[in-house]
Structure formats: C-alpha cells, structure tokens
C-alpha cells in the first residue's frame, strides 16, 4: 500500500518504454516550463519559485507517488488561496502554510484517506473549480490590457470597478502581444500538437516585442533578473501565532491539493488503463509540500493537463515525470536569464486558456439542471469562492452538502403505523407481508423503512403520537433498518419509558445484526427484555398473543415461541 509505484513498475521496465518515457518527460518540462512561471506569478510570487516547486516537487511526486504517469507542479487551483496568503503573511507566511498543508497530506496518506476523497459531492468540486477558473481570469485583465493600476485591488468587485475606471489607459501594443499570444495558443494544434502551443506563443512573442521594441511589460521590468540557480535549502522562521493563524490556510491547501492530485491519478487511470495507490499518492504529495518551501518553492500537487500530456505523449512510468523535472531544471540553469524577457500579456494569455480550461462551463450548465439540492451546493460554493474565500467556499460548501445529504436520507427513512384497516404497502406475494397476517386487538405495529439515525428520529416520534390511546402492546418492525446511531437509540429509550408509563408492552420485530449489536452496547436489550426482541414477525405476533392470552389455532395460550435472530424476515 505504501510503497511507490515507481518500483514496484522498474522490473518490468524495457528500453523502448524507457525510450518514450524519456521522450515525454522532456515534451512535458517544456510544456511545464510557462505554466510554473505564469503560476507563480499569479500566486504573488517570483517567477522563480514556480520553476523551483516544479523541479523539487515535481521529481518527488514522481519519485514517491502511487501513479505510474502523475506530473506534479504547480497549478492554476492554488492561485487564488496563495494570494491571499502572501498579501496577508508575506512570502514567510506562504512558506509555512505549504510545509503544514505537507505534514496534513502525509497524516491524511497513513490514515488512508486517499478513498475517503471521492465522497467529496461533485456539486462542490464544480464550484469552487469555476470559481477559481473567475478570479484567474479576473486577475489576469490587468496585464493583458495594460492597464495603468498601480495595486489592482483582491476583492472581485472592487477589482473590476477598478478595471473599468482604467479602461481608458489599456496600451494597445499590450493588447495586441497578448490577441497575438492567445490566438496562437488556441490555434497551434492544427499545426503541431507534439510543439506545446504556449511555448510558441511565448518564443514568437518575445521576439517580436525586442525587436520592434515594444512598450510592453516584461517579466525583467516587474521582477528583475530570474536566478539560475536554486537555492541551498532552508527553513523558513515559525512562530506560534503564525502557525495558528495558518491552520486553515494550509488545511485548505491539503484539501484543495489532495482533491485534484487524486482526481489527476483518476483520470490517468482511465486512459492508460491503470490503477493508482491513491494513499501512496498522498503522502508523495506530503514531502513534495515540505520540500518545495525549502527551497523557496510553493504548493504542488498533481497536473491533469501536464498529466494528460505526458500519457499523450508516450509516458507510461515515473521515470517521464522525473524526467520532466530533470528538463525544466535544465532550462531553469542554461536559459533562466533569457526567461526574463517574456511579455507579461503573453503570460496572461496564457492563464486566461488556463481559466477557460478550469471553468468546465459545459458541466457548470448541466449541473444547474441537477436536483435543487445539487444547484444550491454548486452555486453557492461558486458564489463564495468568487466573491469571499475559497476557504470559506469549501467549508460553506461541504456543510450544505452534509445537511442536504442528511436530509435526503432522513427523507428515505419512512415510519409507518399498521392497525387495523391501515397496512403496509407490501406487495400480496410477500411471505412476510403484514397483510397476510391477523393482528390481535391491542396490538399496534409500527414498520420502521431505512436507516434509523438522528435524521429520521423525529419522523418516528411524530409517527408514535399518531396513535392517542396507548395500546396494550406495541411492536416496532424492524426488518428494512439495516443500521442505527445513538439518537436512533435514544428515541427507542425514551418510547420505552413511555410505554412502561401507559403499561404498554413494547416488542421489537426483525432486528438486524448492526442494531442489535448497538443495543446490547447501548443496554436497550436489556431493559427490553431478551424476550420480546426477534427476528421475524410471526414470532413477535405470537409472543403478543401469548401477552394478551389469546389462543392461536394449533397453538395454546401458554406457548412460549423461540427467540429467533435472522435478519430480514
């Protein structure tokens, strides 16, 4: 379970596989090379340490993971969460809360959450993914036009208030190097798909606005020079209160990075026909987190378009994505200071691509034809991303799913009360089929359907009170509740007390293993009576009988009836 993929694949490992792995992973640091440059820079950082998290991180997702083709880096999902880190903390303050969001993935990769990620609703997943796929292009406006904004304000509103009022100052040479850069990344495929269309756009780019000496912004005007070197390791300095201050930053970075690293693992599966160790894969994204600030670097996690390029591409084992660090430190050493030179406009074209790619707008508008339920998840969580926090759009977003989940299953629980002319709706041919027995008078039966948690408590409560005069038994069929929770049994408690006021006897009828083991724990089975608990009704209408001295035909009053414990009957 805990052993990388990339050895338990060497063995089986020949040369011309090692042949195209290679060939993808130097493919791929290409393709990798603008992203991890255009990410940082979003996130609020040099573009650099994006270089930097591509090679550190990159080569130990590779190194350690539990996917066969996972390309690790720096993606456009944490941009909008880094951001506010490293305007609230500083660059210290985002380097620590990446080292946390690491220790969490390793704690969530030992205690095998890796599966529990996929009871993630999609709603959720959806909103707050086009919500991030917004503020990418929201924040990219600016550089794009060339707009003359001294500090472009966080807050989304304010921010485009902000735009408009500058609309008059856009630089046309901007707009026309950032047309040009977006125009050749949506149209390059038809020409070449092996030659990443970024990095065309990017090379023609560059050119041009040296050469015609372009008013333009580059990455040298707003940065400076971008170091070819990386740098010796080094741990950032912690305090207390920032740590606390962090705590949920960093976890909704371990989220955010679990979530698209185990999605990425997915999705690779299904097209190279594979299968990923999803906790394996979570700790691998752990110590890529705790290295990558060592060096200077940001959060990583898995890349689905980088991942998809690499399976494209021929990348069938870790080795492609080691391969593709090797390549993008490769670069970073011989042609960092040449990097300097890229047009900020390109480098926004390319994130507005990015945000187009994220917004799956096709899913968004399938969604809203979702139950009501779903719509309310998925819009507020987008809601909130957009206009809040993505921390708050999570939290916000999972906590409406749990109630709304909550309330979908109190609604499949259903209580029903048989006496007299009222009979459960079973069909005739059903042996156990209350209709096709005779229930003696003063005897009241109730049929409890689904689950029997906290949810559907009420409902059995207001069902109890339907009934005004307490009769002299009362059974409870529980043949369709397959578990229960403490308020469950708390509810039947109380039913107990009050039965034993009014003198009414209570009899439990088709009980289940998972509800009677928690009421032997619970010591309801006790204060029950082993003898009135069974496991069929047949039984339990016989031991009324024999309460009430009737005499069933066959059978004398004092007939006492085996206490049965099968499930289901």
Known sequence: MFKPKLFTVLPELNKEQLIRDITSGILVGIVALPLAIAFAIASGVSPEKGLISAVIGGFLVSFLGGSRVQIGGPTGAFIVILYGIVEKFGINGLLIATMMAGVILIVMGIAQFGSLIKFIPYPVIVGFTSGIAVIIFSSQVKDFLGLAIPQVP??????????????????????????TALLIIIFWPRVSKKIPGPLVAIIITTVAVQLLHLDVDTIASRFGEIPSTIPSPSFPSVDFATVKSLIMPATTIAVLGAIEALLSAVVADGMIGSRHKSNMELIAQGVANIASPLFGGIPVTGAIARTATNIKNGGRTPIAGIVHAITLLFIMLVFGSWAKLIPMPTLAAILIIVAWNMSEHHVF?????????????????????????????????????????????????NVGVITGELRDEDEEDDPNAIVSRTIPPGVEVFEISGPFFFGAASKFKDAVHIVGKSPAIRIIRMRKVLSIDATGL???????????????TLILSGVHVQPLFAMQQYGLESEIGEENIFGNIDDALDRS????????????????????????K
Request: hydrophobic share 45%; charged share 20%; glycine share 8%.
């Open 545 to 568: 009988r024999e309460l009430l001295g009737i005499t069933r035909i066959g059978r004398p009053a004092n007939f006492v009836p085996t206490v049965k414990r099968e499930s289901g």
């Open 490 to 504: 708390n509810m039947m408690r109380e039913l107990l007390k009050d039965c034993r006021k009014s003198g009414t």
């Open 154 to 179: 966080s807050e989304f509103f304010e921010k485009w208030t902000a735009y408009a009022k500058a609309l008059p100052t856009f630089s046309p040479e901007s707009l026309l190097v950032g047309m």
């Open 365 to 413: 508008r399938q969604l809203l034809k979702s139950p009501r339920s779903d719509v309310i998840v998925l819009v507020t969580t987008f809601g909130l991303t957009v206009i809040f926090d993505l921390t708050v759009a999570i939290e916000v977003g999972m906590l409406l799913a749990v109630i709304l989940f909550m309330q979908r299953m109190a609604g499949l629980t």
